[in-house]
Nanobody, 114 residues
Framework: EVQLVESGGGLVQPGQSLILSCVGS????????MTWVRQAPGKGLEWISD????????HYADSVKGRFTISRNNANNTLFLFMNSLNLDDMAVYYC???????WGQGAQVTVSS
C-alpha cells in the first residue's frame, strides 16, 4: 500500500519559518519525482515546488521562490519543504505528491496569523 505521511504543519506568525516533512512508503521513493502542492482556503490547487529523483534538480513557483526550499533524503524516504518568511498568502493545506500527481498525502495544515 502506498502511503505519504506529511508532518510539521502548524500555526506561525508572519515572518516565521516551518519545515514540512513527508515520508513515503509502498513504492520506490528514490526513483520518484516528488512535488509539493498546496490549497489555500476557498482556492484551487497550486503547484509550488518539485524535485527530481536524485535531488539535483528543483523548481519553484514564483510565489515561493527564494523563500522555500525543497529537498529529499532518499535513504529515509523523506521529502522536505523548508519554508521561510511565511506570510498570510502561504496559509494553506500542503500536500506531498508523487510524480504525475498519482499518489497524495493527507495534507499538512499551515496557518499564518498574527
Amino acid at each position: 500500500e502506498v502511503q505519504l505521511v506529511e508532518s510539521g504543519g502548524g500555526l506561525v506568525q508572519p515572518g516565521q519559518s516551518l519545515i514540512l516533512s513527508c515520508v513515503g512508503s509502498g513504492f520506490s521513493f528514490s526513483a520518484m519525482y516528488m512535488t509539493w502542492v498546496r490549497q489555500a482556503p476557498g482556492k484551487g490547487l497550486e503547484w509550488i515546488s518539485d524535485i527530481n529523483s536524485g535531488g539535483g534538480s528543483t523548481h519553484y513557483a514564483d510565489s515561493v521562490k527564494g523563500r522555500f526550499t525543497i529537498s529529499r533524503n532518499n535513504a529515509n524516504n523523506t521529502l522536505f519543504l523548508f519554508m521561510n518568511s511565511l506570510n498570510l498568502d502561504d496559509m494553506a493545506v500542503y500536500y506531498c505528491v508523487t510524480g504525475g500527481l498519482v499518489w497524495w498525502g493527507q495534507g499538512a495544515q499551515v496557518t499564518v496569523s498574527s
